[in-house]
């Protein structure tokens, strides 16, 4: 079972357009986090929102947590193809010293010149 | 380079071999947490370690085993190799009351 739904899985867009990436769970989570993965690399850590509601940026990026904690958002302005790879968003549950993370499957950019 | 150490970045082997990957974690850090990468089930975790001590398993096969040593370092052992177990593997780490893992470069591992 697939706690972390992210849609859409694949997006090619131009440079300079807006998109907008939506990761989905029927779990409550006690935060939430943005990785980036190019190929052949580990997933890096973009951002991470904890507080439900709550919004981030990170120069063109934007992140948001839904209110009830359970849904989270990523919008990039005006794409770069730097901006290209995989985008990963991870719930972490916490309890007993252990902080998991449950990955979604990614929504893979690639951000045409 | 993330500060989380992967060795070996590729290896191939024949089924029913049994490998051992490592990982040292950044410096400071006292969690390793091991993930199975493939492309239709994305991330999954597999297991944690917490200062030498296993603190969470996840979807790890019986074949497949790890441990935390003094120094911090870790070792993912995995055993009786299936051509399903073709993957990429990677080690994460954080520090305690830290939610951001920084992942190593992890290990292809290709089972022919």
């Known amino acids: 079972t697939q706690l972390l739904e992210q849609s859409p899985q694949f997006l090619s867009i131009q440079e300079g357009e807006n998109l907008t990436v939506y990761c989905n769970s029927s779990s409550v989570f006690s935060s939430l986090q943005w990785y980036r993965q190019e190929p052949g690399e580990g997933p890096v850590l973009l951002v991470t929102?904890?507080?439900?509601?709550e919004v981030k940026k990170l120069k063109r990026l934007t992140f948001q947590f839904g209110d009830a904690r359970k849904d989270s958002s990523l919008h990039i302005t005006a794409a770069q193809p730097g901006d290209t790879g995989l985008y990963l968003c991870a719930g972490a549950r916490s309890g007993a010293g252990s902080y998991q993370l449950t990955f979604g499957k990614g929504t893979k950019l690639s951000v045409i010149p | 380079d993330s500060g989380v150490t992967q060795t070996p970045k590729h290896l191939i082997t024949a089924t029913g071999q049994r490998v051992t990957l490592r990982c040292s974690p950044r410096?400071?850090?006292?969690?390793v947490y091991w993930y199975q990468q493939s492309l239709d089930q994305g991330l999954q975790f597999l297991i944690q370690?917490?200062?030498?001590?296993?603190?969470a398993k996840g979807n790890i096969l019986e074949r497949f085993s790890a441990q935390q040593f003094p120094d911090l370092h870790s070792e993912l052992n995995l055993s009786s190799l299936e051509l399903g177990d073709s993957a990429l593997y990677f080690c994460?780490?954080?520090?305690?009351?830290?939610?951001?893992?920084?992942f190593g470069s992890g290990t292809r591992l290709t089972v022919v």
């Open positions: 370690y917490y200062n030498g001590e296993e603190r």
């Open positions: 929102v904890v507080t439900g509601g």
């Open positions: 994460a780490s954080n520090r305690q009351g830290n939610y951001g893992y920084t």
């Open positions: 410096s400071g850090d006292l969690s």
